[in-house]
């Protein structure tokens, strides 16, 4: 796996082993100089401005921007206006999940936005999406892509991943449950899950598909089968869960590791009073005053600096475009390290039920259920 980095306007590749901790960023005045990514620069007339994004290189050979929009509770009536703020202020990375509810709105954002004259290719921008619990059994899988894909109005995604590693009830109902209220599972083997995504890529479907919220172990029981191997894992992680084991063992397999809840998703409705807030970390407010930066820009700049890509969630266009100017600034080293050493195992996104008055892990007890093992 490789990580393509600007320096001097040229681009080159590094293999992620050496992928530095600081670099600079420069735009990129001209195709003819980055032959390896592919630079679409508009006039500076047209409503979107060219990337300012840096690149990790899939197993596949695709680049996938180290930082995109997430659309996780991003509400309709909103999500809309904020895919089309993105890809003005430069993002060109989208991702979705037919679970969030919102795929229909962005895809008219991405309608009115991609298209030979519209100042954006498709080929520009990079799209992913997730295959829901209800849908893991094979005969389900293309079903659900192509009911995305219509939503999205687009003729095949970038990336396809798997949701979740355990599956529920089959069915039209995304949280079916029982008459007590708990939720109904399905046993169906997520390697059966994974041979039907296989099936997609040779349809032309996908591009190249993934895991979300799997654990190590999981990741190598699906390479173990694999005739197509998962080219990204995407999990929680930010200063306080750092998955840093799982991003050695996902680097060794080639897979790129996404980062969602990057900031600790504080606009959560099941937060805690007492659970620590990432934003009001000291040690990242000690980092966002001497860069003269925002905490946010801090954490964001310290994922993309490790070679994980990144997926802010915001519908407000003025976060928007701060979360993207992460590439005008660089950590040292020694910086990059420091937010590491923040990492204390703590989990935002657990799903949970209330039993006897208190929350509890909601799925804890499927055989699939990935936050049981170290990593």
Known sequence: MYFCIAKNLLRRCVDNTQFAYSYTRTRIQSALICPFISCSLKSEKQIHHSSMNDFAVLSTGRKMPLLGLGTWKSETGKVKQAVIWALQAGYRHIDCASIYGNEAEIGEALQETLGPDKGLRREDVFVTSKLWNTQHHPEDVEPALLKTLKELRLDYLDLYLIHWPYAFQRGDVPFPRKEDGTLLYDDIDYKLTWAAMESLVGKGLVRAIGLSNFNSRQIDDVLSIASIKPTVLQVESHPYLAQVELLAHCRERGLVMTAYSPLGSPDRAWKHPDEPVLLEEPAIAALAQKYNRSPAQIILRWQTQRGVVTIPKSVTESRIKENIQVFEFTLEAEEVKSVTALNRG??????????????????????????SDPY
């Open 346 to 371: 703590w989990r935002y996104i657990v799903p949970t039920i209330t039993v006897n008055g208190k929350p509890v892990p909601r799925d804890a007890g499927h055989p699939h259920y990935p936050f």
